[in-house]
């Protein structure tokens, strides 16, 4: 096999699809985000992605079935007013090394050029530690002005000389970037040690308005719900790696050698 | 060399058969339960797996014989009522990097594949961190319904939405299911920081009866000694290696640079 | 794509030229040194280099403009005294993992070399810990005796039997070496813990020395002020990173298993 | 350039040659032994070994002078009562990743069975963590029973059931085993904190006796006071990297994402 394997589900034709990557982050604002998306406007998977660069671990899934590590790829076809094209990139992790996200990230970011992407965004949740208001802030950053405005115009607050955006979330941007596909990221105000709806429901709007599109945000605090309670236990496996882990890594020369 | 090379002992024709899985985990559970099946069954190591990616280091044996990190495969033919073939796969390592865990277990699933195996059991602990009842529980989950059903009929309680499987139990299942090979996990109910032969002795249970063989378990809390005593210096081993190591990996950006 | 890439932006034809080296590190100070060097001669950027070995993240730049991790290469002709030609290497991240700082490394100076390199500085800070006096000395190493003379002549203290030098500021001279191109590297003396404008200061004017040129150190605090303010956040965000990080490698064996 | 380089400096034809590896490793016993027998002997260098797998440094030698990481091979011919061959390993440090050590101990090993490497010896500390006896002891263990023998017969400890060997001290007797070239492994008590010139004579001993060759160990003392200064700052700065790359390593799901 091959690191990473890319299986086509359904052959597909797209027009200049907007490409949304919204892998696990922070609060799982992105990955609730677009979970939500996907299903009240009815998305269709066509590709899975699985990769030797996830962690090395499956999911215990409802009534005991096993789930692999894996991203997927949704496509949606001439919605909103503007009849757009768009590719959904969701999943239950990312690439875990540094190098391994790079590599992933370039080949999914491969392989969506394929359909001719025209546009990234990319989703995710900005921590702040702390409560946040009742209506959290949506932030931005972008590759170009040209996308810088039309996040002012969404009334989405620019981050400026403000640190980074590290993962998929940066990635696909700054590889997009590269080869000439301009995006934005979306970053949604979370405390960022909960799935926060609030914060996946802010972001939601900015998209919608960036997209011109409309999408139902009401049975999303229902849905955040239910990714907490599956996502706690998984947090607790995690945290329980991350415990035994600890500085389990490389051997040095002090050894009998 | 390659990464990871099999060396095969005994050419041997196999009828469908089953892939056990056991490597060194949670309590030694899986490993200590498969050891004793292959020693009480008379089961005859066919192959040897060595890997670049095991811990870089060899064990001290009996009488100061060195042993090298491996992975063994056994087979057993015409065992039990329904004259099963099984391929079972112990060792005193698993891969130590996530890539290498991935890259290993796909070897190895590709070679047993070789030999038309059908299904897959991965055998490993559940870690309580505490006291165990004196009969532990066997908790499972698998790739299907099909195997689910058959972990109910026999007794065993199935773990749902529940975390995960991390690696080698996770990831033979989760590389079998995607190539149509289904299976299932057995997980031996065990505190987690001693050798456990009641736990083994649990899960041997469970699986002789999902697979209709018989096992004698009588000598097993005599091998569970065996193992203790070896592993007690291993572990204070590998204690300093994590002591030594904590932290010792990348360099980072404030060097002199 | 390929893990590193290098893209060349102008093509220019260079007469045997010196190779600066100035990536991030202790206190800034090669970095900051450079940058300034690179704004006052009016140095021209022929050259951009992508790698997967950096950390897999982007920066949020002024006005919310993305910017890739990178490394840049910028020349200057016929300058100084002696009319010589320039290389000089700067950027906003080094290699993350040792194999990738080598990989990077080497890839680099095979670049440079198709050139003509002849000789290479490699610009860093020499972290003290506390308080430097006002005037903060240069240190000194190189790789070969006739080098070590140099610096001597431009009164550069020599470390001797003194630790070592990690990082890119290390490798391009010991990657050098082995291929008959030799070098010194410059440490000014720094506490390290914030952007050191006078220890740039010091080791601008020894370069200036040893190449015979001019270079005016009169904007490098308002310079070192600006660099402040950009690392603030990205430090803040690396530091984020580094707790969160903390022992999440890789898996042991006493998983699940 | 290929991650490992192996430059031959001198064309030599041996005669069945024993392969002696002693790279850095506890107390530093095995090194100072074998550097300590090179110049006795007076043995010639006929090989370098360069490679990614080191750490991305390099150190500051005598007078300034910048000395790349290095493996080194020396060869001795004819020597001791039984006019023998011998291949001796030597360097400033191993290879820094598991993967990395399995790489390169793998492409030494190939490297001299071109020579015909009939036997291998690795040397090294045994840590007790405490201060030990004056006359401290030499423990072994080997890859076959008539191996052990041989130690027996020096009178040398055979260590049993006892943990076991990391680094290259092992991976070169667990390599070479799987091909059919048996050795053994020397062990000196040391306290492991200092470089340790009362357990480096006792391995020489016993070396000696196995070897049946004689080496003076009268200047050992004064080699080790020079080892001890050169490695006080080669330590401080290893200390300084493991305290700021502690736990800088790989980022994970919960950034913004």
Sequence with gaps: MNPTEINILEEVELDNPIFIEALPGIGHVGKLAADHMIDELEATKFAEIYSYYYPPQVFIG?????KNMINELYYLKDIGEDNIDLIILVGNTQGLS??????????????????GVSKIFTLGGMATGQQTSENPKVYGAATCEENIESL???????????????????LFLGLGMRQGIHGSCLMGETPGFFIDAEAARAILEKLAILLNIEVNTDKLEE???????????????????????????????????
Excluded: H, W
């Design 98 to 115: 540094p190098e391994g996200q790079f590599e992933l990230c370039s080949e999914t970011l491969e392989f969506v050029k394929g359909y």
């Design 223 to 257: 849905r955040a719900e239910e990714t907490r309670e599956m996502l706690i236990k998984a947090q607790q496996m995690e945290q329980d790696i991350l415990n035994k882990a600890a500085g389990n890594d490389r051997d040095d020369l002090r050894y009998i050698g």
């Design 62 to 66: 409802e009534d005991g079935i096993i």
């Design 152 to 170: 002012k115009e969404a009334e989405i607050e620019i981050r400026s000389n403000d640190g980074g955006i590290v993962g998929a979330s940066g």
